[in-house]
Structures are given as structure tokens and as C-alpha cells.
């Protein structure tokens, strides 16, 4: 299968739906630089932190951060929000295009069509 064939379904107590995809190592890089530029780049819903605030909450103590490689999708569609000056600057600060972070967010969104 291909790597965007393959997904997770996850459904939390308060009814919502989601899911996990897996992505290819430079395509997650390049979110993840995304998603750490767009967390302080961009005003939040009622001031939360996205990060803090979607974090799982784990007994004791572990040798692994679970949350490190989970990107927030909703975060990331936020780029396509903002202006034409605002995209290509972020762009530039994690040195690559806004094309190619639309292709990105484009391609995970015809992943998640399919489930």
C-alpha cells in the first residue's frame, strides 16, 4: 500500500472523530518546522496554547514524548489563512515555498477524503 493508504481512526470520550496519518520524512520535517512557527505566529481560539492544550496526559513518568511527532492538522491549515506576504515569509523562515506547503497540506487532505 501506499503511505497514504494507511490511516488510524481514533475516536476520544467527547464524540469527536479523528485520525492518525503516517507522512514521509521530509514532508513531516517541513510541517513540523510549520507547525512550530504557526504556534506562535498565529492568535489562538480563547488563548490556548495548541500544543499544551492538545497534549495527552500520561501517568508517570516515560522515556518518550508521545506528542513530539503528531502534527495538528486544523493548526496547519492555518497557513492557508493568512495573506500572500505573511505565507511567504513563513515559507522563507523554515526555507521552502508556500506552494510547496499547500502541496503538502493538499496531499493529506485528499488522504483524509478517502477515509
Known sequence: KQWYQRRVAITPGDG???????????????????????????????GLNPKKFRTAKMPG?????????????????NFLTLSHTERRELAKQIGTT??????????????????
Open 61 to 77: 513518568r516515560w522515556l518518550m514524548n508521545p506528542h513530539r511527532n503528531i502534527l495538528d492538522y486544523q493548526l496547519l491549515t
Open 16 to 46: 469527536a472523530l479523528g485520525s492518525f496519518l503516517p507522512l514521509s520524512e521530509k514532508k513531516y520535517r517541513r510541517l513540523f518546522m510549520l507547525h512550530n512557527k504557526l504556534v506562535t505566529a498565529v492568535p489562538h481560539v480563547a
Open 98 to 115: 508556500p506552494s510547496q506547503i499547500v502541496d503538502d497540506l493538499m496531499s493529506i487532505q485528499k488522504a483524509m477524503m478517502i477515509f
